[in-house]
């Protein structure tokens, strides 16, 4: 269908127009990532927010204007490359060979020890220094070392044995146990609610960390350690399905990146996701730098560690390949013989990672909880059996007592103050940590406000109906747009991929998340805005912090998506257009402050912009917004067009075309 001109009324600043914000082009790296997806995959094979999410850190990796030099490498710093090529790797640990079990199997004991061996760890400072190495440096930026190709997977297999045989130094009884998020993926109500966000376990599932036994801890954005898990995110998850794809394939190349059919066995491409479940939209385990700072991340990592194995096992016993030389051809910087980041991981070569000694003499895994109707026992009363799945899930907060950690009795009612409450947060406010470059500070920060157009997609109906002559029709809702409107046929039906099992918001309230990514600097930041899903076209503004440009250059990006990870598209205001145009665009600004009244130091002062107020009236000003999403979820790419964006991008300041695009009008 051709393009069509929609025409929407909205309210939005009029100084914005004439004001210092200038688009850019895609950063190198972002685009380069997106290209590569593009090439292989379809937002119809793929959920949109997990491939955007994986470039921004691909692109947060390489990203040669952070300087990182706020990173605290005080006994993380790299050693001389002379002293790294002659240490000699241990291949037997000093503390002996232990096995893995799934976090929720472990005896009360064995995870009150292991929590106090983590928290004595902490006090030391040997946590910290471990967390570190996961992180940027000044002058290298080692993350891509070891993430987004197959150093990826030796590498965190070094680091994890590292920081577990230092952690058994504090109590060397414990192991690093795993945590299987496929127990949490089954169950049967949210996995949000389940067990592990209790006191009992991880702690604190939303905003900052208070409770439970990592309570106060720091995070990696120098605040306390911030979480931010919310309901209906099942989706993002490690499946059976997940690993099931990984295991029916025989080489190292087939489960890793650079992307290539099927994504769904890439190995890290899956882990990216339980990062994203627990992190959200705010939290540390959400962004690459600061994810190690969250006890989470080791406990996550080594169940990913514990379906390579079962990759390797596989190579051995149905593959005929050696797992301990399948090393694929990459970048010169993932080269089998490159060495490794990390003082205690220093003598280790990105193929040692790859031995045969680290299960055979470090440690091992206990398997994962099973499971039948015949024999229902999971050996743990944090888990259950689902008889109808013949597999072991995760019990709920509900059905555990906090204080003592037993099954409550079925005849006891829950009362709210046993048990933390559990309420939907995707409507909370979120607590953004407002670090720029490692410092917390709200005034560091400005507010820009960004517009939502969400247009209804096909195929939706609400329990509302037209009544004609007393009969209920009920083929329809009274919201709908008729078949013959512009509108509706600008709404093209799609099916783009979601979360698994994510549920629709039956009342129409719809959360639409906006982000911005800092690209002259290390920050983040993300809030929503509520649009009525049940209206042909709805939209609703939202004000997004970045990094207040005092005397510097700010730039950001902008992003948005809906609860079930299906991306909005950005377009840009066309300069001293009038009415109005927007065109597309990568959603990646400049800000100067050069002119102080496009953007606002709080969120209170960036809405009153919007409103003039006298004489016991209020009313709108009605002016135009510079950054507006358009949430359509067609099943078309949501970027525009790799290689168009590079052949037509105009100088900056300007806007970027499309081949036979006509712009999107908004008055």
Not at 128 to 143: D, E, K, M, S, T
Request: aromatic share 12%; with cysteine; charged share 20%.
């Amino acid at each position: 269908m051709s393009p069509i001109t929609l025409l929407v009324f909205i309210t939005a600043l009029p100084f914005l127009v004439s004001a210092d914000i200038q688009y850019m082009p895609w950063p190198d790296h972002l685009f380069s990532c997106l290209d590569s997806f593009q090439k292989v995959t379809d937002i119809t094979e793929e959920v949109g927010e997990h491939i955007f999410r994986h470039c921004i850190d691909v692109h947060n990796i390489k990203n040669s204007k952070l300087s990182w030099t706020w990173v605290n490498i005080t006994g993380v710093g790299d050693l001389p490359r002379a002293k790294r090529q002659a240490t000699t790797p241990v291949t037997s640990p000093p503390s002996g060979y232990r096995t893995r079990k799934e976090y929720r199997t472990l005896t009360d004991d064995e995870r009150n020890r292991f929590h106090a061996a983590l928290n004595a760890m902490r006090r030391t400072g040997e946590f910290q220094r471990f967390a570190n190495y996961h992180r940027n440096i000044p002058g290298r930026n080692v993350l891509q070392e070891f993430h987004n190709g197959p150093a990826f997977l030796g590498w965190h297999r070094v680091y994890l044995a590292r920081f577990e045989e230092a952690l058994r130094r504090y109590d060397n009884t414990v192991s690093l146990p795993y945590w299987n998020s496929s127990l949490d993926f089954y169950m049967t109500g949210d996995p949000a609610n389940s067990v592990l966000w209790t006191d009992l376990f991880f702690g604190t599932r939303s905003g900052f960390v208070t409770s439970g036994p990592f309570a106060g801890w720091p995070g990696g954005a120098n605040a306390v350690l911030n979480r931010d898990v919310m309901l209906n995110r099942r989706g993002l998850l490690i499946s059976t399905d997940d690993i099931n794809n990984v295991l029916r394939l025989c080489r190292t190349a087939d489960v890793s990146f650079p992307p290539r059919r099927p994504l769904n066995s890439i190995i890290e491409f899956h882990h990216n996701r339980p990062h994203n479940f627990v992190g959200g939209n705010t939290g540390d385990m959400s962004t690459l730098p600061n994810a190690a700072f969250d006890p989470a991340f080791f406990l996550h990592h080594a169940y990913v560690d514990y379906i390579w194995e079962l990759f390797r096992t596989r190579q051995r016993s149905a593959c005929n390949v050696d797992p301990s030389t399948d090393y694929p051809n990459t970048v010169p910087i993932q080269s089998p013989n490159s060495l490794m980041w990390g003082n205690e991981l220093s003598a280790y070569r990105n193929i040692d990672g790859f031995a045969d000694y680290w299960t055979r003499n470090w440690y091992g895994y206990q398997p994962t909880p099973t499971c039948s109707s015949s024999s229902p026992d999971c050996g743990s009363r944090y888990l259950r059996c689902d008889t109808t799945r013949n597999t072991c899930v995760s019990r709920s907060a509900s059905e555990v007592s906090p204080s003592t950690g037993k099954r409550r009795k079925r005849q006891s009612p829950l009362q709210v103050s046993d048990v933390n409450v559990i309420y939907d947060n995707a409507y909370m406010p979120k607590q953004n940590v407002y670090s720029v470059d490692g410092v917390c500070d709200t005034k560091l920060w400005v507010y820009i406000p960004v517009q939502i157009v969400h247009i209804r997609p096909k195929g939706y109906t609400f329990t509302s109906f037209p009544i004609t002559a007393g009969q209920l029709d009920a083929s329809f809702d009274v919201y709908h747009a008729p078949t013959e409107s512009y509108l509706y046929n600008y709404s093209q039906p799609g099916t783009p991929k979601e979360y698994q099992q994510c549920q629709k918001y039956e009342s129409g309230a719809k959360p639409i998340y906006v982000t911005s990514d800092g690209i002259s600097y290390y920050g983040t930041y993300t809030d929503y805005a509520i649009v009525d899903g049940r209206l042909p076209v709805q939209s609703s503004v939202v004000y997004i912090g970045v990094k207040k440009p005092s005397g510097t250059t700010t730039e950001a990006i902008f992003s948005a998506r809906d609860i079930c990870g299906c991306v909005c598209k950005p377009q840009c205001l066309v300069r001293n257009s009038s009415p109005p145009v927007y065109k597309p665009c990568s959603g990646a600004i400049e800000l100067t402050d050069s002119r102080t009244n496009m953007y606002a130091s709080t969120i209170y002062e960036a809405t009153m912009m919007d409103w003039e107020i006298s004489f016991g009236s209020i009313r709108s000003k009605k002016p135009d917004i510079t950054i507006v999403f358009t949430c359509t979820f067609g099943n078309e790419w949501p970027w525009i067009n790799s290689q168009t964006t590079k052949n037509e991008e105009q100088t900056r300041g300007h806007y970027v075309r499309t081949p036979g695009g006509l712009p999107t009008r908004y008055r």
